[in-house]
């Protein structure tokens, strides 16, 4: 009788594309109920934060929630 199927045990790792460094982007939302504005992404925290500043002085909105994206990529360990 042969086999059906054949399982094996693979190792994964996930960090940026190969020979790529990491490219993390900023963005700030405000966390107001019925507001849905959010800042333009950004490699740093200095233009998100500078929206958030601007769109609390103009609405008196006051909570904000900062999200930092990093695009990812999981592979397969190579065999030693």
């Known amino acids: 009788m042969s086999p059906r199927s054949v399982m094996r045990f693979v190792e994964w790792t996930i960090g940026a594309l190969c020979g790529e460094l990491p490219q993390t982007v900023i963005v700030v939302r405000c966390l107001e109920p019925a507001c849905t504005a959010t800042s333009e992404p950004s490699p740093s925290h ?28 999981a592979t397969p360990k190579e065999a030693r």
């Not at 200095?46 to 990093?70: F, M, N």
């Open 46 to 73: 200095i233009g998100p934060d500078r929206w958030a500043l601007k769109h609390a002085g103009r609405t008196g909105h006051t909570a904000y929630e900062e999200v930092a994206r990093c695009r990812l990529v």
